[in-house]
């Protein structure tokens, strides 16, 4: 009970803990009770045929009550439906929850919310994967499928949330926060160099797969629930990956092969992989090493990689692998000319229409952020309140900040930000902008009235929308516009790295 001492973690009021102390009382009241009234241990069990055999009788069904009582449980699931609840304490206006699959962002639900309380139905024969709620600017990621339930309660404001979880997938969630911990076992050992023989250290690697393994196989909540198989085989299944991929870079490092015997065991375990993960891009990456396998010069060389995966069988691993490698390359290109030559070359290979969607809509992310292409001369709102153009600053290079009040590496990096500003400030041709995409502009105008500021302040609304036609993930997250009102800079470093004090030097003399 340690482990889970707030009951609203809880699926049931009485729980396991107390079930099983009431077990050992009852034990130990009818094993007390005879030793008493017998006047000692050997006359209340062992002192004739009869006793002893009684004894053991009982120490058998006690024993087996017991496994019986300790063996992880599977909440079971409604066959039906899927059903979310939930409740939110909070002063933040919150009007629904958006539900969406973690890959693509796909929509999958729109719930509304009345009087902080929602509740999602649905008979949608949805698999088991990993999925995203959002609700205000927070994210809360599940595991679900169809027939799962989840009641859900969260305490948040602009800057925390604390949630508390009840559902049939509760261990799915609890061993989601776990970290195994031999990925930072191998970077120390590396690091410190503490196996000189490459045999010590792949027994310590043989050792923690197997520690790994069998917490998975073993793994049980406070309330003794334990994982579904389907989850238990998927989180197997890429601990095999990761253990393969650091084989193979201490491999590079030392130039010694692992036995023979754990290479066979790991590969094997994910000869049949499930469908999550196919869609992990730690397999991806795995089974594209494998593919590329001894040949010379093959990284970089985009015809020679997609010829190779374009002569897959047909299915999910195919699209993924094909839709992963053209990402990254998409990445690679300087100009639009050349991404679009490689998408529309590799596009018809890939047969998932989700999958297709989303390299389009990164494609069109990727040209208009390249350099050079007009930035769209957005609409603003001053700290005054009065309406504003970025093409006002034509002749200017303008360097954006894009934050939040809620967003605490935007508050830390804010001085930083100023004092750029402070540091250019003589330069006619540079503009400092601040720009917040607070979905609450009251929120912003209160922010600004307690802590002030000499820098240029905009508050963009409809700030999703642009966040999701530039790709733009996360923030703090800077901008640097030419004197055009061209992109100079979709992403530009830092304030407190070299590299953006070295862009400033360029441009300030422009």
Not at 62 to 73: D, E, L, N, V
Request: charged letters at 25%; a positive charge; hydrophobic letters at 35%.
């Amino acid at each position: 009970m340690s482990k889970n001492n707030n009951i609203r973690n809880l699926n049931h009021i009485i729980s396991y803990s107390e079930y099983l102390s009431l077990f050992w009382m009852v034990v130990f009241l009818i094993a007390g009770y005879f030793w008493y009234a017998k006047k000692g241990f050997r006359s209340a069990f062992i002192s004739n045929k009869k006793s002893l055999i009684t004894s053991i009788t009982a120490l058998i069904v006690f024993s087996g009550i017991f496994f019986a009582m300790t063996k992880p449980i599977i909440p079971k699931a409604n066959s039906e439906f899927i059903s979310i609840t939930g409740r939110f304490e909070t002063d933040l206006k919150i009007d629904s929850v958006l539900i969406f699959t973690k890959d693509f962002h796909k929509k999958i639900a729109s719930v509304p919310v009345t009087d902080n309380q929602f509740q999602w139905k649905t008979n949608q024969n949805l698999p088991m994967d990993e999925y995203i709620l959002e609700f205000g600017n927070k994210n809360y990621p599940l595991v679900f499928g169809k027939g799962d339930w989840f009641d859900l309660f969260f305490r948040l404001n602009h800057t925390k949330m604390e949630s508390y979880v009840k559902g049939n997938r509760k261990a799915e969630k609890d061993y989601n926060t776990t970290e195994e911990d031999f990925a930072g076992e191998f970077q120390y050992q590396l690091d410190n160099k503490e196996f000189k023989k490459p045999q010590d250290f792949y027994n310590k690697l043989q050792n923690e797969w197997q520690d790994n393994v069998q917490y998975l196989n073993k793994f049980s909540t406070s309330e003794n629930f334990g994982l579904s198989d389907e989850f238990k085989e998927y989180r197997k299944q890429l601990l095999a990956i990761k253990f393969l991929n650091n084989i193979e870079n201490y491999k590079k490092i030392s130039g010694a092969a692992a036995p023979k015997a754990l290479i066979d065991e790991l590969q094997n375990t994910v000869k049949n992989p499930v469908r999550l993960l196919k869609k992990n891009s730690n397999y991806l990456d795995y089974k594209l090493d494998q593919l590329m396998a001894g040949e010379v010069g093959a990284e970089g060389n985009d015809s020679l990689i997609f010829k190779k995966l374009n002569t897959l069988p047909s299915g999910i691993e195919k699209d993924r692998l094909i839709g992963s490698q053209l990402y990254k390359s998409l990445e690679l290109k300087t100009d639009s000319a050349a991404r679009n030559s490689l998408y529309h070359s590799e596009i018809g290979y890939i047969q998932n229409r989700e999958l297709k969607g989303y390299l389009q809509g990164k494609l069109i992310s990727l040209n208009q952020s390249q350099k050079g292409m007009p930035f769209p001369d957005l609409s603003f709102t001053d700290s005054t309140g009065n309406a504003q153009k970025l093409s006002q600053f034509r002749g200017k290079y303008v360097i954006i900040d894009l934050w939040a009040t809620w967003c605490q590496p935007c508050l830390e990096i804010r001085p930083t930000f100023e004092a750029r500003e402070r540091s250019y400030k003589y330069y006619q041709n540079i503009q400092f902008l601040s720009i917040s995409v607070d979905q609450d502009k009251k929120r912003w105008e209160n922010f600004l009235k307690t802590k002030p500021s000499k820098t240029l302040q905009w508050h963009l609304p409809y700030s999703n929308k642009f966040a999701t036609e530039y790709g733009i993930q996360g923030i703090p997250r800077f901008i640097i516009l030419d004197p055009q009102g061209k992109i100079y800079n979709m992403n530009a470093p830092s304030p407190n790295e070299d590299n953006f004090v070295e862009i400033m030097n360029q441009i300030k003399k422009d």
